[in-house]
């Protein structure tokens, strides 16, 4: 029998009123509904007689756009397949390098409607002070980097009552054991494939063990990869586990767009139910 999924998208701007409310949007009928798993909300997937807890998910970054025209970008994106949008927010601190803030966030959200997943790619120092800037800016996910704050378990709860979800991610030279304890709280983790800062940087396919480590004890966890993520990495990301796939250059650069999202999907979503056929 289906049951109705309801999908929680985080704050929204509630049009004439000018004021921020805690939306949940009815979507369209599934068979089971969103669940608890290791303490991370987790969406059933039906693949053939099997059913995953997580679904592959293409985020184009939109950090080598073209960004005079930002909301225009983002909306090619969406309307070449995009699961969500990466938001690359750094402070020229933390990286060394600067983009923008929650200004920018609250204009997009403005521009695109209430549907569109903003997953925020905060690589800040004090990630604790853009938290309630983002939620209210119509941020869905805030993922925060585990080496920007000494005490994660605070800023997950923080980021959870602001009403986002809530991203943990890991630079190239911290051990995803390092990630492990707090991997039960939050609903994704961001294995980092590059040196946070710039688009457009080789993979590092030395991160894939991390990714294949956390799938194994945390199967129903969301698992994302950024940087150097194209057509000719995604086999090894997808076959580690990672199943939320970030895409720069290999998107945002292609004459076709709409086929390079398609691809990951696909070569993430086999990987998927490869895993699930072999249990
Ligand atoms: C790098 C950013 C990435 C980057 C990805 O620090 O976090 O999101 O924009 O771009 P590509 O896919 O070109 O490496
Ligand atoms: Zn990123």
Redesign the pocket.
């Known amino acids: 029998m289906h049951r109705w999924r309801r999908w929680c998208i985080g704050p929204v701007n509630m049009k004439g009123t000018g004021r921020w409310s805690f939306s949940v949007l009815i979507r369209r009928p599934c068979r089971t509904t969103r669940r608890e798993v290791n303490g991370a909300t987790a969406f059933p997937q039906r693949t053939g007689t099997c059913r995953m807890a997580y679904v592959a998910k293409i985020g184009p970054?939109i950090?080598?756009s073209d960004l005079a025209c930002l909301g225009h970008e983002c909306t090619r994106m969406l309307d070449c397949g995009a699961d969500y949008l990466?938001l690359?927010v750094m402070d020229g601190h933390f990286?060394p390098n600067i983009t923008f803030g929650h200004p920018v966030v609250e204009c997009l959200r403005k521009n695109l409607g209430a549907d569109p997943f903003f997953d925020m790619?905060m690589?800040v120092s004090r990630p604790e002070q853009w938290v309630q800037p983002m939620a209210a800016a119509g941020a869905n996910q805030y993922t925060f980097h585990l080496e920007a704050t000494t005490n994660p378990g605070n800023l997950i709860k923080q980021i959870r009552e602001s009403g986002m979800k809530v991203g943990l991610a890991i630079k190239p030279g911290t051990l995803v054991e390092e990630l492990a304890p707090w991997a039960g709280q939050v609903d994704m983790a961001l294995v980092?494939t590059?040196e946070?800062?710039?688009?457009?940087?080789k993979f590092m396919e030395d991160m894939m063990p991390k990714v294949s480590w956390l799938r194994s004890q945390f199967p129903s966890l969301d698992i994302e990869v950024?940087?150097?993520?194209?057509p000719d990495t995604i086999h090894k990301c997808a076959e580690a586990g990672a199943n939320m796939i970030?895409?720069?250059?290999?998107v945002m650069k292609s004459e076709d767009p709409r086929s390079v999202i398609a691809l990951l999907r696909n070569v993430c979503a086999e990987a998927i139910q490869k895993r699930c056929l072999d249990r």
């Not at 950024?226 to 194209?230: H, P």
């Open positions: 970054s950090l080598n990466h690359d990286v790619h690589m980092m590059v946070p800062g710039f688009g457009g940087q950024d940087g150097g993520v194209g970030v895409s720069g250059s290999a």
